[in-house]
């Protein structure tokens, strides 16, 4: 399973993205994906994760302006974040981990991860 995730930009505080996380050799609807952002010289941070039956718990900081989504159909999850800030200025991360048995919860860990977009967000 290997996973892409794209989207990410420049944008001044107050805009919008939507990144895309692409998972290929597998299906997705099987599978949780979780977004993580690792900014510079912090902890990588969870952001939010999506079940296989649609649950989406967000972290406190990113709540009521980042959406998590999937399109099983294209393989593909989303990260619709708006309102951006500075402080969301990281990498932003995707992964994926099988967990249709549980499908009302995420997992602790995953298994596979994307590579990163970049998102920067001016003041």
């Known amino acids: 399973v290997q996973l892409q995730a794209s989207g990410g930009g420049l944008v001044q505080a107050g805009g919008s993205l939507r990144l895309s996380c692409v998972v290929y050799?597998?299906?997705?609807?099987?599978?949780?994906i979780g977004w993580f952002r690792q900014a510079p010289g912090k902890e990588r941070e969870w952001v939010s994760c999506?079940?296989?039956?649609?649950?989406?718990p967000y972290a406190n900081s990113v709540e009521g302006r980042f959406t998590i989504s999937r399109d099983n159909a294209q393989h593909t999850a989303y990260l619709q974040i708006d309102g951006l800030k500075p402080e969301d200025t990281a990498v932003y991360y995707c992964?994926?981990?099988?967990?249709?048995?549980?499908?009302?919860?995420?997992?602790?860990?995953?298994?596979?991860w994307g590579r990163g977009t970049q998102v920067t967000v001016s003041s």
């Open positions: 992964a994926a981990e099988r967990y249709s048995r549980y499908p009302r919860s995420c997992p602790r860990s995953y298994s596979f």
């Open positions: 050799g597998s299906t997705l609807d099987d599978h949780a």
């Open positions: 999506i079940s296989t039956g649609g649950s989406t």
